[in-house]
């Protein structure tokens, strides 16, 4: 295993992909740290970025991705890393932002020997980064990279403990804030009968429809992979399916982004007349000034890192209860984490409040909520 330390500033010199030229990166951002991994045995290529700790160590997903090129790769893991430093703060835990995306086709590359070798990787991190699962990684996955660290969550609960996977609690956390859009923009938390197209029929997607369809909303659906749209087609029979460019300009109430980022750009957001965006995607909107025109166009964008952080809730649980050091003063147990997803319509209600007032888009409005937590919270220069 050859790992290389690709920080910011001070450790250039130590670079090995000199091209990669992290700090160059328009989402660079004053990231603390990038790592880089690679192993010719278990064919492991895989970045980690850490962020921000002002807070506490960095917490976030493990991403496994068929990046076209190394820049996209090293791209998409320093705004994940970014958005987690945004996500943790929001939520109210003292936990930095990080990310780790491992570079191939999770449906042809991933082994076990490739997943341990990852946990090796982490392991080497020493605790400066906590991952827990993401697209293309799964439950079992976060089990087999547990082989080589304890630095990883989402594992399955140990009798009376926290744990488990929490896809189910990442949709959750997006139905509740959902009705909390649904009741700023109708006045209503109801979602029966309003028209919702989810885009990307994945883990998130499809737990998001279970829940969708049993409070009576009328679900449209897309998605690029063929058998992500056969396992809906059985399990909700009446959703109808979209092709993938067409989901933009449909007529329905909310658009809710689960697939990948930058799915709100320049060429979707002219065709897209939805009262609401609310979805579970990392990174929806593909540069800042499309907050501004989604608010230009009256359509109500609940800024993805507030309403997706059903996740980082659930193994934050884990993780403080297996570290044995509750930061609340509520006992952690799944009751009160249901209750802290259930508060993320709150914070929706935050930002969109602070949006108004201010006279700012409510990405932009998260933006300055956040920074406020985990920048009044910087470490004194030793
Ligand atoms: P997933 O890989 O299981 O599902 C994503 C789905 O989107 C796949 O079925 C894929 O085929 C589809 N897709 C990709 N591009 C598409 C396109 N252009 N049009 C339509 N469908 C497309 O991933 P997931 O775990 O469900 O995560 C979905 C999103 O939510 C990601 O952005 C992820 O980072 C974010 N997220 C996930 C979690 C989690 O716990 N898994 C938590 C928070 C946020």
């Given at each position: 295993m050859?790992?290389?330390?690709?920080?910011?500033?001070?450790?250039?010199?130590?670079?090995?992909?000199?091209d990669?030229?992290?700090?160059?990166?328009?989402?660079?951002?004053?990231?603390?740290?990038?790592?880089?991994?690679e192993?010719?045995?278990?064919?492991?290529?895989?970045?980690?970025?850490?962020?921000?700790?002002?807070?506490?160590?960095?917490?976030?997903?493990?991403?496994?991705?068929?990046?076209?090129?190394?820049?996209?790769?090293?791209?998409?893991v320093l705004?994940?890393?970014?958005?987690?430093?945004?996500?943790?703060?929001?939520?109210?835990?003292?936990?930095?932002?990080?990310?780790?995306?491992?570079?191939?086709?999770?449906?042809?590359?991933?082994?076990?020997?490739?997943?341990?070798?990852?946990?090796?990787?982490?392991e080497?991190l020493?605790?400066?980064?906590i991952?827990?699962?993401?697209?293309?990684?799964?439950?079992?996955?976060?089990?087999v990279?547990?082989?080589?660290?304890?630095?990883?969550?989402?594992?399955?609960?140990?009798?009376?403990?926290?744990?488990?996977?929490?896809?189910?609690?990442?949709?959750?956390?997006v139905?509740?804030?959902?009705?909390?859009?649904?009741?700023?923009?109708?006045?209503?938390?109801?979602l029966?009968?309003l028209?919702?197209?989810?885009?990307?029929?994945?883990?998130?997607g499809?737990?998001?429809?279970k829940?969708?369809?049993?409070?009576?909303?009328?679900?449209?659906?897309?998605?690029?992979?063929?058998?992500?749209?056969?396992?809906?087609?059985?399990?909700?029979?009446?959703?109808?399916?979209?092709?993938?460019?067409?989901?933009?300009?449909?007529?329905?109430?909310?658009?809710?982004?689960?697939?990948?980022?930058?799915?709100?750009?320049?060429?979707?957001?002219?065709?897209?007349h939805?009262?609401?965006?609310?979805?579970?995607?990392?990174?929806?909107?593909?540069?800042?000034?499309?907050?501004?025109?989604?608010?230009?166009?009256d359509?109500?964008?609940?800024?993805?890192?507030?309403?997706?952080?059903?996740?980082?809730?659930a193994?934050?649980?884990?993780y403080?209860?297996?570290?044995?050091?509750?930061?609340?003063?509520?006992?952690?147990?799944?009751e009160?984490?249901?209750a802290?997803?259930?508060?993320?319509?709150?914070?929706?209600?935050?930002?969109?409040?602070?949006?108004?007032?201010y006279?700012?888009?409510?990405?932009?409005?998260?933006?300055?909520?956040?920074?406020?937590?985990?920048?009044?919270?910087?470490?004194?220069?030793?």
């Amino acid at each position: 295993m050859q790992g290389d330390r690709i920080c910011g500033m001070q450790g250039m010199n130590e670079m090995k992909y000199e091209d990669l030229a992290v700090t160059e990166y328009p989402s660079f951002d004053g990231h603390e740290c990038v790592h880089s991994f690679e192993d010719d045995t278990s064919g492991l290529k895989a970045l980690v970025a850490i962020h921000n700790t002002n807070l506490g160590p960095a917490l976030g997903g493990c991403r496994m991705f068929n990046y076209r090129s190394e820049k996209n790769s090293v791209r998409d893991v320093l705004r994940l890393s970014r958005g987690l430093t945004y996500k943790n703060a929001l939520a109210g835990f003292p936990l930095g932002g990080g990310q780790a995306v491992i570079v191939g086709n999770p449906h042809v590359n991933k082994s076990d020997v490739l997943l341990e070798s990852m946990g090796q990787a982490i392991e080497e991190l020493d605790g400066a980064f906590i991952c827990a699962e993401d697209s293309g990684t799964s439950q079992r996955d976060m089990e087999v990279i547990h082989r080589k660290t304890d630095h990883v969550l989402g594992l399955p609960a140990q009798a009376g403990r926290l744990g488990g996977d929490p896809v189910p609690m990442a949709a959750y956390g997006v139905y509740c804030g959902m009705k909390a859009a649904a009741q700023r923009r109708f006045g209503s938390d109801s979602l029966n009968d309003l028209v919702v197209a989810i885009q990307g029929l994945g883990s998130v997607g499809f737990e998001l429809c279970k829940l969708l369809q049993a409070e009576g909303a009328r679900l449209v659906g897309a998605d690029i992979d063929g058998m992500a749209v056969k396992r809906v087609r059985e399990a909700f029979p009446e959703m109808v399916i979209v092709g993938e460019h067409d989901i933009f300009a449909l007529e329905g109430h909310i658009f809710a982004p689960c697939a990948m980022g930058a799915q709100l750009n320049d060429n979707s957001i002219p065709q897209m007349h939805f009262d609401i965006i609310a979805g579970s995607a990392n990174n929806q909107l593909a540069s800042p000034h499309h907050d501004t025109w989604l608010a230009d166009r009256d359509i109500l964008y609940i800024p993805d890192y507030v309403i997706n952080s059903g996740t980082v809730i659930a193994v934050a649980y884990e993780y403080f209860e297996r570290l044995g050091k509750n930061p609340f003063d509520h006992p952690l147990n799944a009751e009160t984490m249901k209750a802290h997803i259930e508060r993320i319509g709150n914070t929706v209600n935050d930002v969109l409040d602070f949006a108004e007032e201010y006279g700012v888009p409510p990405g932009q409005a998260a933006d300055s909520l956040a920074e406020k937590v985990f920048l009044s919270a910087k470490k004194p220069v030793s």
